[in-house]
């Protein structure tokens, strides 16, 4: 007569698995440089002073080099000044000491620049601040 072989389970030991995936998490949070960027490419122009600290209470207005403005990173949907000046006007909150940066690209329209500045003036911010990059050189 022929006897059946009892089945052996096959089972398959995770914990190796788990352990390397752990390892990959720990490496890559540990390597990951964690600095401010934005989605908004912008190529800005160089300049030889020391950064300022910015504060906490501010607004940004970027400008690409098509001349096209972002509030805080939230594009808008013309280059008018009173798009521009809706925009801005909500966050100020009556508040005209509220640091206003604009970062322009290098290659952006100077018609673009003075019209956020024109902007900002007409709503009567009086702290405005111009992004600019270290010069390496």
Do not use: C
């Not at 007569?1 to 352990?19: G, H, S």
């Not at 990173?73 to 006007?89: E, F, H, Q």
């Amino acid at each position: 007569m022929f006897f059946r072989q009892k089945k052996q389970e096959i089972t398959v030991n995770l914990t190796p698995l788990i352990d390397v995936v752990f390892l990959l998490l720990i490496f890559f949070m540990v390597s990951t440089s964690f600095t401010r960027e934005t989605q908004i490419k912008l190529d800005l122009p160089k300049a030889s002073v020391e950064p300022l600290e910015s504060k906490i209470d501010s607004l940004e207005i970027s400008i690409d080099k098509e001349g096209r403005y972002f509030v805080n990173g939230k594009g808008l949907v013309n280059v008018s000044i009173d798009t521009l000046k809706r925009a801005i006007t909500p966050i100020l909150n009556d508040n005209k000491d509220i640091s206003v940066i604009i970062s322009a690209d290098a290659n952006t329209p100077y018609q673009s620049v003075v019209t956020a500045m024109d902007a900002t003036s007409q709503l009567g911010v009086r702290n405005l601040k111009m992004a600019t990059q270290r010069n390496t050189e």
